[in-house]
């Protein structure tokens, strides 16, 4: 069933797990994403980049996720990632989206707030749930501007005034990770995060999840993000998975691809530990 993300990032903070929001391109990631979710009788949040229209158009997002989110018992978030402007956030909101992000993190921070503002009026007003970014996570390949390389750092004092000003469901935060694939492990500032935890109380979001380090990653769960988001790694396992293999056609890649991408979130699902979503 498609649900908004208020009820489960609910259950996250109460448990101190997260769950991961991997980026779904076409009908084999997203078909993937579903069977983890199934197996593991945990919600999952399909997400769709906007920048990802290059691969799939906003209506065929729409029209896989509306297929896959109805046809299983498991909570489903339909996801816009990285909304960039009210016409696209708009469009995703009447095809079925139930969740989207409006990201003016590049902007200052009063047009962050007034942008974002905007997005939330429209999309409360049909029951649907925004995420807004504060700070910014730089950006690799396949995000946003490719100029914008350096993240900048959140600010606990900033986090609190725009969840204030803005009414947003949940807040991106800025605390050492990127987009795409690093040189070597990031470096978390935990204490921003405590900070930021302790200032706001709406659910937190970190991006460029993928090769943040295990470690890094449980205890972000732990301490206060209810949600990650992942891409990277899940496309690269799907090109390992198939590297070095002798395959013969396009079925047996796709089969492959799909082991690698489901080995891999299942990875993500035990270091943020999204099973204690089902415990007692
Ligand atoms: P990675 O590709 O670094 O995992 O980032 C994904 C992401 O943050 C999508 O919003």
Redesign the pocket.
Known sequence: MLVTSKQIFQVAQEKGFAFP?P?FIDQLSIASYIEVAEKRKIPMLL?F?QVHQEFLSLEEAACLGRFYGERTKMPMVLHL??GQDLDTIMRAIELGFTSV?IDASMENLEENIRRTKEVVKYAHQRGVVVEAEIGH?GS?E??ESHTVTDSIYTSPAEAKYFADKTQVDSLAISIG?????YKAEPKIQFDVLQQIRQSVTIPLV???????GDDNLRRCAREGISKV???????NAAGQAVKNQEVQNYIEVKDLSRQGIIRCLEHFCDILEVDKYGRA
């Open positions: 929001a980026n997400s980049a990632d990285h992000m996570v690799g396949n995000y990770t990127a987009h795409g694939s970190l991006h460029g999840g993928s090769s943040s988001n992942v891409f990277t790694d899940l496309m």
